[in-house]
């Protein structure tokens, strides 16, 4: 189980969220709505303050979160539908759908991409870590997009280095707040924890508390406030492009709960676009393109998808504003 947490409401959170729940769905961002509501009917946050998920607590209250108890070793696997694109008896390569996460934590026992790899692969276990068996690499939970799973030891240590020396071609698409960027630039930082809100990542840190990241970002199109771009990853760090856009370009992702300004975006949001986004939790970001030498076959293999339907359909209404 992981430890226990404290939240401590402040100004800025009190400006921010009109309702309990949307304070919590923003500190803990691994947890779904359903599931928050399911931990506070459970007793899981505490405070000794009166709390109702309808209504914000009143400043500077505390709530302590104690996580569900999970056991990391026992995975379950799950017949859960997959798109796969390719696979070999090395590996496989699959689209993973925007709210999916990848393994198993305290907030996600069950439906995560290493519950449904167990199903369609069952020697899977063992494979490169206990806890998440055969994963390389990972994307956030609402990022949508290409990965690749290893199926046995040797093309998962083939892949770990491919990864680690940076010999893979990662590409991204995002939609943006914001349209005063340069057609082109390469965003270079540093990123580790934020000192203030350990869930978020941040390129404001100390070079003993930080790792280099390095991002190229290349603009697609320009609509009324908001920018389509396409990024290339040279490193991979946790929330890497989510952090270089909003704190570097000023442009957050569209619909970035973490790091995202909602209210401004509400603001320029065209209104066809207002009911779509309505209950949609996810951030505009979609992993590409994936390319790499096969770590046992060495032949050079990539695999490009398609963003989500309603990235698609957001775009459309983009496009169509400009031009009325």
């Known amino acids: 189980m992981s430890a226990p947490q404290e939240l401590i409401i402040g ?22 709505r359903s599931l ?15 709390l109702e998920l309808k209504k914000m607590p009143k400043l500077g209250t505390r709530i302590l979160v104690t996580p569900p ?29 925007a709210g999916m996460v990848v393994h198993p934590a305290p907030g996600n026992y069950t439906g995560t991409l290493v519950n449904a790899i167990l199903y369609h692969c069952p020697t899977l276990e063992g494979i490169g870590n206990e806890k998440r068996p055969g994963i390389v690499h990972r994307l956030d939970k609402g990022t949508s997009g290409v990965m690749v799973v290893a199926k046995n030891q040797k093309t998962h240590e083939g892949l770990v280095k491919l990864f680690s020396t940076h010999d893979i071609n990662r590409f991204y698409e995002a939609l943006v707040l914001g349209v005063r960027l340069p ?6 930082s540093l990123i580790g924890r934020n000192p203030n809100n350990r869930l978020k990542m941040s390129t404001k840190v100390k070079a003993a508390n ?58 320029v949001l065209p209104t066809k676009l207002r009911p779509l986004l309505k209950d949609y939790e996810h951030p505009f970001l979609h992993a590409k393109t994936l390319g790499f030498k096969h770590p046992i076959t060495g032949e050079y293999i990539e695999f490009t998808t398609p963003p989500p339907d309603i990235f698609k359909k957001v775009l459309e209404v983009l496009v169509e504003d400009i031009h009325e």
């Open 69 to 97: 108890e999970f056991n990391e070793t026992d995975l379950k696997a799950e017949n859960i539908p997959l798109e796969i694109l390719f696979e070999d008896e090395h590996l496989i390569i699959l689209n993973k759908a």
């Open 11 to 32: 100004q800025e959170d009190k400006d921010k969220f009109k309702r309990l729940d949307q304070f919590l769905s923003d500190k803990l961002p691994d947890y779904s």
């Open 183 to 188: 057609q082109t630039d390469t965003l270079e």
């Open 210 to 267: 930080g790792k280099r990241a390095l991002t190229h970002m290349k603009v697609i199109n320009y609509f009324h406030h908001f920018s389509h771009v396409e990024l290339k990853l040279e490193t991979g760090r946790t929330h890497q492009i989510r952090v270089h856009l909003s704190e570097l370009l000023n442009c957050p992702i569209l619909n970035d709960e973490t790091y995202g300004r909602k209210k401004e975006e509400q603001k």
């Open 36 to 50: 928050i509501k399911k931990l506070f009917e459970d007793g899981h946050f505490k405070s000794d303050q009166k």
